[in-house]
């Protein structure tokens, strides 16, 4: 694949005005699926359902079943909607969407379409530094999604110089809600990082409603970004491309960074953008040409003749306004004064997407400090080096146990990081790895005294400078028990016998 001609982003701005639109898939964590009885892989306890068992007549379009629609799907839909600002329809309907893919066994999708579940809202987002963005939302719609398809003997797990492919219909028929925005504008050289900011908010508002785990490493929640430029000065907007279903917000930044550049060196070059859907790579931090962008004529939508439309009653609004959780920005000034953080540590975890990650594990019994420590330290550390998702690497009640063990006095903080190491190679729990590694520190104050004794015996004249009163000197003896243990040892504990040792000679 050749590369892409990349303006620098700086001056793609000077030349180009960004506009950006967001599509958020949100998979709803209902325990069965939008239209038929079947177990809802979303739900925590069909996470690991092997492929094809989750499904039902109605998911394989098979002839003769019929749809009938989730309760608590539709109460989901609009507690989301009301998060988001939006006005609920009193009479919402599903359509039909055609198209043809293999892991939609109908050849048509139940959607909505002109007549949505929410319409017209707003959402606040909030950048690094405290400024506020408010991002429009044109409607919030449902929907279920198809099925996966997973590509075979090719070298990177895609469709390109795949051998064949295996289709697995489990998560067809998955309910989904669809948050759409209108154009944003203004966002200049923030676009990309309005993008993560506004993943996020989606995220943070979907946990706190309880209605999705929003997992993007595992699809529950997937960002199709469009971005297009007009020229500094036109009003007409540009031509769009959709960056379809980027699972990280760390990729939704970068992925709307690219689309800036790239498109900016082809206008600049006397070169048109093609209307088409892209595909972000991961490893190599590029878009590549997916197919050219459907309008909703090519979808042939019609009104879906075997479910009557959702008319939810002005009762059932009311409680479910009246249940709405604390607003994101609420939630994030709650959470900073619970954890006694200062503006510049409670920003750093913010600006690191980890909020829910850092909060979890304190649920778990870690302290606001040590939790924040790891997450944003440690943990991310990994992830950068991997190109993966922090959380997608170790739940939040492993990092608890793992900081159990160091407040037992089990474990360093040195011993620890390699006992999270053994966590993320999926070696088992923190207490497994620290098992099977022989990692644990060594309480033994005889074992520790052996150790000095040896060292104090090869260095004399740290011992005579110790005997003087040059305490500082014990480093070096120190530093001889800590190989001696092989890192295993409480170096405070090995000073103190160290002093104890020496006075005793």
Avoid at 126 to 135: C, K, N, T
Avoid at 187 to 214: C, F, N, Q, W
Avoid at 262 to 272: F, K, N, P
Avoid at 462 to 476: F, M, P, R, S, T
Wanted: aromatic residues 6%; hydrophobic residues 40%.
């Amino acid at each position: 694949m050749a590369k892409d001609a990349l303006m620098d982003f700086d001056k793609a701005l000077e030349l180009f005005e960004p506009v950006l639109g967001f599509e958020v898939h949100v998979e709803l964590n209902t325990e069965t699926k939008m239209f038929s009885p079947a177990g809802n892989p979303a739900h925590p306890s069909n996470h690991d359902a092997a492929p094809n068992t989750l499904v039902a007549p109605v998911d394989m379009g098979l002839p003769g079943s019929l749809p009938v629609v989730n309760e608590t799907a539709v109460r989901y839909s609009i507690s989301l909607g009301l998060a988001l600002g939006c006005s609920i329809a009193p009479s919402s309907r599903f359509a039909r969407k055609n198209y043809f893919y293999p892991d939609l066994g109908k050849n048509y999708q139940i959607s909505q379409y002109d007549e949505p579940i929410a319409f017209e809202g707003r959402v606040e987002i909030e950048l690094e530094g405290g400024d506020i963005v408010e991002i429009p939302i044109e409607r919030a719609h449902m929907e279920e999604d198809a099925g996966k398809l997973t590509h075979m003997g090719g070298a990177t797990g895609r469709i390109q110089g795949a051998e064949y492919s295996l289709v697995d219909y489990n998560r067809a028929g998955v309910p989904l809600v669809e948050i759409v925005t209108k154009p944003i504008y203004g966002t200049e050289h923030r676009a990309p990082e309005v993008a993560k900011a506004y993943v996020a908010t989606i995220r943070d508002i979907v946990r706190g409603l309880g209605i999705s785990e929003a997992r993007m490493e595992r699809g529950n929640l997937r960002c199709d970004a469009n971005v297009s430029l007009r020229p500094r000065g036109q009003e007409k907007l540009g031509t769009r491309t959709e960056t379809k279903n980027v699972n990280s917000m760390r990729s939704v930044e970068r992925a709307v960074r690219y689309e800036i550049q790239r498109q900016a060196a082809i206008l600049a070059g006397g070169g048109t953008i093609i209307q088409e859907t892209r595909h972000w790579h991961e490893d190599t931090g590029r878009t590549s040409p997916g197919r050219p962008k459907s309008d909703a004529d090519d979808y042939r939508y019609f009104p879906e003749p075997d479910l009557l439309p959702v008319e939810p009653a002005d009762e059932l609004i009311a409680q479910l306004r009246a249940e709405l959780p604390e607003a994101p920005a609420v939630y994030r000034r709650r959470l900073k004064a619970d954890w006694g953080f200062t503006d510049l540590e409670f920003q750093d975890v913010a600006n690191s997407g980890l909020l829910a990650e850092v909060e979890a594990t304190i649920a778990a019994g870690a302290s606001p400090a040590s939790a924040r420590k790891w997450w944003t330290g440690e943990i991310s550390r990994i992830a950068n080096a991997q190109g993966a998702e922090p959380a997608a690497l170790v739940e939040p009640a492993s990092v608890a146990a793992l900081q159990q063990l160091i407040d037992a006095g089990t474990l360093t903080d040195k011993l620890a990081r390699q006992v999270l190491e053994g966590v993320i190679a999926g070696e088992g729990t923190p207490q497994e790895v620290v098992d099977a590694r022989g990692l644990a520190v060594v309480s033994d104050d005889g074992a520790l005294i052996a150790a000095i004794d040896d060292a104090l015996a090869a260095q004399p004249d740290v011992l005579a400078k110790i005997q003087d009163g040059k305490v500082q000197a014990a480093g070096a003896v120190i530093g001889a028990v800590m190989k001696a243990m092989k890192g295993q040892a409480d170096a405070a504990r090995v000073r103190e016998l160290i002093l104890e040792r020496a006075g005793a000679q």
